[in-house]
């Protein structure tokens, strides 16, 4: 019994990897849209999806699913559909705070296991000239918000209140929570 990642983000799978995290990776390929309005809701529902989406077809291991999005500006803001998006949500939260919403998601189906929640972590970014908007612009399309705090040439965000991984993508708290109250091992 392995634990499997629904998701092919080399970033959650650098956190469990570092974590001693044991686990192999099956995507999901779902429709990443929400009827919820409220952050946490839209990354608890699409972590759930994920994971859920995945279990299916694989009903004897634990299924692990996570969604991430940026709010800034009463605006949920996922990942950029091209230059032109990255370039708007990037001024959007130029020297603005935001916060960065992870949903986390466990299912495992023949055990009876449906375990989802989120974090939060709230993000201070840098004011930045247009032209550093526009180098940043073209590097991170596949990231909510169109930025990558563990990138180290990517200086956006100056401050974070709130978890670092949570921003990266995956909030191993609840990774680790979710596990245990599963009985996953984690190696």
Not at 85 to 96: E, F, V, W
Request: aromatic share 6%.
């Amino acid at each position: 019994m392995t634990l499997i990642l629904a998701s092919k983000s080399p970033r959650r799978k650098q956190l469990l990897a570092a974590a001693g995290i044991k686990y192999r990776v099956v995507p999901s390929h779902i429709d990443e849209s929400s009827a919820y309005k409220r952050p946490a809701l839209i990354v608890r529902e699409l972590a759930y999806k994920k994971a859920l989406s995945v279990a299916l077809k694989h009903p004897g291991s634990p299924v692990l699913g996570s969604d991430t999005l940026v709010y800034c500006k009463g605006e949920v803001l996922g990942k950029p559909r091209g230059h032109s998006d990255a370039m708007r949500l990037l001024r959007l939260q130029n020297g603005s705070c935001q916060a960065v919403h992870t949903g986390v998601a466990l299912i495992w189906l023949d055990k009876g296991v449906f375990l989802a929640g989120s974090d939060v972590t709230r993000c201070k970014a840098r004011r930045l000239p247009e032209a550093e908007l526009r180098a940043l612009a073209a590097k991170h399309h596949d990231k909510a918000g169109a930025y990558a705090v563990q990138d180290k040439d990517d200086a956006f965000i100056e401050k974070m209140e709130g978890r670092y991984d949570t921003v990266v993508g995956l909030s191993m708290n609840l990774v680790r929570k979710f596990m245990k109250q599963a009985g996953v091992k984690h190696a």
